[in-house]
């Protein structure tokens, strides 16, 4: 198919009519009725020593949150979802619960369907936000100050949990609306209206958590001034930089970091506003990519392909996911690796060549090449802590594969300072496991401010 | 391929399957028994028929039920009271539909009081209708009840007695009566219509019920303008009350005579099978029917038929009793014979409920873990075959219950006994015969 007329790629705003992108970005798994939840939770057994509890990263006790469901007792069930995971909300949304508690569903050996756990949680914690109740308060005040730098799902995990414990607690955040990646990252429809702001904002009015927006660590506060100013610093900064494809022609017009068009999408109020081309090249292979390209399609764009270097179950995207990815319209061809972006001005394609494994299991280019077309080409491979964490403080904290290296107890190498989430080494990039780092961090934290 | 013959003869009364409604809302107008016949229904008691002017009903709820969280009713209870119809509209209507169905067995539930003068007068005109037989309603546990009726007199046995053979004297048809189960001892009250002159008995009518309280307004639910009374409770979770009855009945030596037609949370054939191996001759249903329409009759039939063909058996009468000896006094029960529960791995989908269950509130008897992994194992040192984990566990024939037959067993440490030996001779026992 030849390039577009004059060569200018096809990118434009409006593709499809408001009411169809309307409904494109409506919730990905609408909520389930009281009947519906009923249903679905007379379908869990109760098990003892539960595996969906072990499987879930911040040990929800699953099966205690569903009987409570079924008597009819929504409150208590949020209680007992959110006392071990206060983004529970937003985790009952984003979680890939086919890889975690829904796989461990023993329903799966015995009818090969899982409960639907996650939108069980969803039911529960729903009525939380909506008519703001008030499932944790304060604990008596300690007289101890931390830090808290990102307002993400680690930080105000972090955060929530430290005033649980009594400390006071101010968080710093880069940018003007806390949530990080739950504001930022997630695809629309996986977290529709303002959804990641209601809830941040319910974590933050338990009280004792002073947000400070637009506070750039580095810039306007410095980690040194942090450790000293507080008893104790918690970061979770998350990743603020993207890999590059480290690639010819890299930097023409037209690629673009998928992160930054997620992150515009969801502070879109006129989706259809955005422009979007009409071909569109996706390399990559984990949730990032799966999320812009499915966003991509539902907004228009004709032809999207995912490409990536590996083979479907090497994709940091679960099997679920690339299936929603696949019934969305998005191609997914693997063993490829870009090798050049096409095009003197403005992308007009990818050239890939076709990769396998060699006899040691090595990744290696089998020299046949070949092109697709695009007008845009979104990078998704990977971020990585970048600027976020300015050299000075970078050079004194123990590091490993790029990222934070911390205890257990999610210590780093400097006294006093702990740190969690996506910026923290040998994680798996999840909310619900940044949520849990914040909770374990807080707890470690008060152990230190209070001499044990 | 073999059809068992499910056609059926109570007291004489012939009708072509041994499902009949029982006395009930069903059964209440001509409308509604036309429908039931064309559904294939064996035969009706017709709602209960009592003294003109009609009773009148409660214009609010007269149900209440008890669901699963899928809202499937496990247990049902009323407090409709008979009919609230005149009775020449009934006896019209009872005259036309047995006419219209002269297959069908059509019997009429009365309600009288205790007075000979009324059972003289009214049971000639009931049968005069052509209907098979009249069934005496000694159970409604509501209502009528207050008034010195239904289970007012199923409760003292010489008024069962009494109206009985009042009803016997004038009726050239059967008489059945209908037990109330709102008694410790339903011998007594099965003795006493056989000596009035029943042909049958039928069981078991009503239990007396509050269903719930109403959570928001912390009144009983549900309420008529705010207050309630108890109702008839009945439905599937009524069933095993009813079984212990009939077999009572059938085992008893001195009620063992007495025909029974069973009723009681009859749903499906399995349930039907339940009542007639444990010596109902036919069974009635009511609350199946309520909860799910006639149409339920084609299950109640083939599953029935199916199931007697599989048992190379001709007729329901040949299932009939079949298991009445086996229900037997504990005292009897033989202390040699050992069970365990076996655990078929292949099947558990390790949901850990047996364990629990042992752990909290049986013997210990089940692993959680084995060398550090998930796994859930009987330990028969620890087991005493007491079946709580094969009532919990979510899988059909995961747990079973297999016997030792030798060998000796390790939670005891004592030889396993083909020798039947019961507490009536154990060392234990105070009261033991002499040996």
Sequence with gaps: MPAGKSNR????????????????????????????????????????????????????DIPGFIQKIRSDNIKGSARTILQENIMGGMCARV?????????????????????????????????????????????????????????????LSCAHRLSVLGHSVVVFDRNSKPGGLNEYGIAAYKTVHDFAQREAQWILDIGGIELRNDSVL?????????????????????????????????????????VDYIAKLRQARDKGSLPVARRIVVIGGGMTAIDIAVQSKRLGAEIVDIVYRRGPGQMGASGYEQGFAQTSGVTIRHWARPVRILGEKFVTGVEFERTMLDDNGKLIGTGEKSTIEADVVFRAVGQLLGSDLPESAAASLKMHNGKLSVSGDRKTSIDGVWAGGDCVAGGDDLTVTAVQDGKVAAHSIDRYLRGE | MNMADLSSEFLGIRSPNPFWLASAPPTDKAYNVNRAFEAGWGGAVWKTLGEDPPIVNVSGPRYGAIHSNERRVIGFNNIELITDRPLKVNLDEIRTIKKDWPDRALLVSVMLPMNEAVWKKYVPMIEDTGADGIELNFGCPHGMSERGMGAAVGQVPDYIRM?????????????????????????????????????????????????????????????TDGMGSHGGYCGPAVKPIALHMVAEIARNRETAMIPISGIGGITDWRDAVDFLALGASNVQVCTAAM??????????????????????????????????????????????????????????????????????????????????????????????????????????????????????DPRTGR????????????????MRKGS
């Design chain 2, 163 to 223: 109206a009985t053979e009042w009803c016997r004297k004038f009726a050239k048809k059967p008489v059945i009566v209908k037990l109330t189960p709102n008694v410790t001892n339903v011998l007594p009250p099965a003795k006493a219509a056989w000596e009035g002159g029943a042909d049958a008995v039928s069981l078991i009518n009503t239990i007396n019920s509050i269903m719930r309280v109403n959570y928001e307004t912390l009144t009983m639910y549900p309420t």
């Design chain 1, 218 to 258: 580095g810039e306007d506060v410095t980690l040194a001034s942090l450790i000293d100013d507080f008893d104790a610093v918690f970061l979770g900064i998350g990743l603020g930089d993207v890999n590059r494809l480290g690639i010819d022609n890299e930097d023409i017009e037209g690629v673009i970091d998928a």
């Design chain 1, 9 to 60: 790629p096809d990118i434009r705003a409006r593709r499809l009519p408001d009411n169809e992108i309307e409904d494109n970005f409506g919730d990905m798994h609408p909520p389930l009725s009281r009947s519906e939840a009923l249903i679905e939770a007379d379908r869990c057994y109760f098990c003892y020593d539960a595996p969906c509890t072990t499987a879930c990263p911040t040990g929800i």
């Design chain 2, 415 to 430: 030889a396993v006994s083909s020798k039947k030996a019961d507490w009536t001779t154990h060392p234990n026992n105070p």
């Design chain 2, 291 to 408: 909860v799910y329409g006639f149409r339920i009759i084609d299950d109640l039939t083939a599953g029935l038929s199916d199931f007697l063909d599989r048992k190379n058996m001709r007729s329901v009468s040949e299932l009939v009793g079949k298991a009445v000896q086996s229900v037997t006094d504990w005292q009897y029960l033989n202390l040699n014979y050992v069970e365990k529960a076996v655990i078929n791995q292949d099947l558990c989908i390790q949901c850990g409920r047996c364990h629990i269950v042992c752990e909290d509130a049986s013997h210990q008897a089940i692993t959680s873990t084995v060398n550090g992994e998930r796994h859930f194992e009987v330990i028969d040192a620890e087991c005493v075959g007491c079946n709580l984990c094969v009532s919990v566990c979510p899988v059909d024939n995961c747990i079973t219950m297999e016997q030792m037959t030798n060998g000796v």
């Design chain 1, 95 to 155: 979680c890939p619960t086919e890889v975690l508690c829904e796989e461990a569903c023993v329903r799966n050996a015995h009818e090969e369907k899982p409960v639907r756990i996650g939108l069980l949680q969803r039911y529960a914690t729903d009525p939380v936000y909506k008519e703001d109740i008030r499932l944790f308060h304060r604990g008596p005040e300690s007289g101890k100050k931390v830090a808290v730098v990102g307002a993400g799902p680690a930080g």
